[in-house]
């Protein structure tokens, strides 16, 4: 068993947390709550605790890193510029590549970041072999061809490769439309599925195609008197209504696109869009994956212990406070029922974990916020808006902070502190 330090007593700093209110949204904690110092072990065993850190609202916003970040990355790294516990970055981003973002990550926080510390929203597509073979449309933005064939996907078609082979298809601008009537093709193989990665940036145009794609059976040059159903299958990322970037209120996010595209499907076939997968936070898949790379990042550090406790810190209540609180939620049924059950229900059947919580820890620097417009708080005696999603449903109790801190930084102390581990 790896010895990792003696320590005697924690910092003098304070902390400046407190356990949520009961209700939604909580408040942030402002300057000056404090508790006394914490009990912490003379000799400090490997962890049994690991981090799943947000990266949007908590360590960075926009291109610019969140100073409290720095700090807390002062306490998780060792002398010798290593982890001190097992930490993996959990990001609804889906439109750029794995290691850029941990090579973007790196510069900004001054620490080495790992690709596979790094899961976008997409990453668990790697768990759906049966569709590596499959001709699928694409639709997204940024390194699209290469993110999926990363993922596993071989046979790959982008929404403006489909334009192309298709150009009458685009019809909303003015400008894009084909001047001559390009000749009919029989030529096009027949599209077997749709990967939804992230926000793509001409929305008329996806949404036409993606809706041409499901209603003709993937044979969009031809076209069918009835929309099968049910239909291709979909497997789609990100499911944010909103996220948080420079400007002062909340962006679009792929949630957004999605409602669009849901909303269309059913207004136009009657029946619902169906998806085979929805990953990215709060899908408890996406918690299963990252659980499974916390599991190796400890096994590959020698670290002997059971990771037991995972800590989920982010700023967004609906994704990141409702998926971990929805994680330990199946936790607790897992050790009930066993998984075996649980599995049948369409999730990832992985090997038993030792895994026992999952604790949720909410931040002020992102898009929670009480004084934010368009934030989650509600006025007073109002029910606030549900911004999830349509397959998820409304849980005030699962959108309920273990714990709201005011950055990255009183996080990680918070979690040190519970641990007994010197900050
Ligand atoms: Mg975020």
Same mark, same amino acid.
């Given at each position: 068993m790896a010895v990792l330090g003696f320590f005697s007593a924690v910092r003098a700093a304070p902390w400046l947390w407190r356990r949520a209110a009961a209700g939604l949204p909580g408040h942030c904690p402002g300057k000056g709550y404090t508790v006394g110092p914490a009990q912490v072990r003379t000799v400090q065993s490997p962890p049994t605790f690991g981090f799943?850190?947000?990266?949007d609202g908590v360590l960075v916003r926009g291109h610019r890193v969140i100073p409290a970040a720095v700090e807390a990355f002062r306490r998780l790294v060792n002398a010798q510029g290593q982890l001190r516990v097992p930490v993996v970055f959990v990001t609804n981003?889906?439109?750029?590549?794995?290691? #850029?973002?941990a090579q973007e990550?790196?510069?900004?926080? #001054?620490?080495?970041?790992?690709?596979?510390q790094v899961i976008l929203s997409h990453s668990p597509m790697k768990l759906f072999s049966q569709y590596h073979g499959k001709r699928m449309l694409v639709s997204g933005q940024g390194p699209l061809v290469e993110n999926t064939r990363a993922l596993g996907f071989e046979n790959v078609v982008t929404v403006d490769e489909l334009r192309m082979a298709f150009p009458v298809l685009d019809m909303v601008d003015l400008q894009r439309r084909p001047k001559t009537t390009p000749l009919p093709r029989s030529d096009f193989p027949a599209i077997e599925g749709v990967l939804l990665l992230g926000e793509p940036v001409r929305w008329e145009t996806s949404l036409q195609l993606i809706m041409d794609v499901l209603l003709s059976n993937g044979n969009p040059g031809t076209g069918l008197a009835t929309a099968p159903y049910p239909h291709l299958p979909v497997l789609a990322s990100n499911m944010d209504l909103l996220w948080m970037a420079e400007a002062r209120m909340p962006r679009f996010g792929h949630g957004?696109?999605?409602?669009?595209?849901?909303?269309?499907?059913?207004?136009?076939?009657?029946?619902?869009?169906?998806?085979? #997968?929805l990953m990215g936070k709060p899908s408890i898949l996406t918690y299963?994956?990252?659980?499974?790379?916390?599991?190796?990042?400890?096994?590959?550090?020698?670290?002997?212990?059971?990771?037991?406790?995972? !800590?989920?810190?982010?700023?967004? *209540?609906?994704?990141?406070? !409702?998926g971990a609180n929805l994680f330990h939620q199946y936790l607790q049924m897992v050790k009930h029922d066993g998984a075996e059950e649980l599995g049948a229900d369409g999730l990832w059947k992985q090997r038993p974990s030792a895994t026992q919580s999952c604790s949720s820890i909410l931040v002020c620097t992102g898009v929670y916020s009480p004084k934010t417009p368009g934030?989650?708080?509600?006025? +007073? #005696?109002?029910? *606030? *808006?549900?911004h999830g999603h349509r397959d998820f449903s409304f849980s005030p109790k699962l959108m309920e902070a273990s714990h709201i801190v005011n950055d990255v930084d009183e996080a990680? +102390?918070?979690v040190f502190h519970k641990e007994g581990w010197a900050s």
């Open positions: 799943l850190l947000d990266i981003a889906g439109n750029i590549l794995q290691r #850029g973002k990550l790196s510069a900004l926080l #001054g620490f080495k970041v790992e690709p596979d957004t696109f999605l409602l669009c595209l849901e909303t269309i499907y059913r207004k136009v076939t009657g029946n619902e869009l169906r998806y085979e #997968g299963q994956y990252a659980e499974d790379l916390i599991r190796q990042q400890a096994e590959r550090r020698g670290w002997a212990a059971p990771i037991q406790k995972l !800590y989920a810190v982010g700023d967004n *209540p609906m994704s990141d406070v !409702y934030s989650t708080e509600p006025a +007073q #005696g109002e029910e *606030p *808006p549900f990680v +102390q918070l």
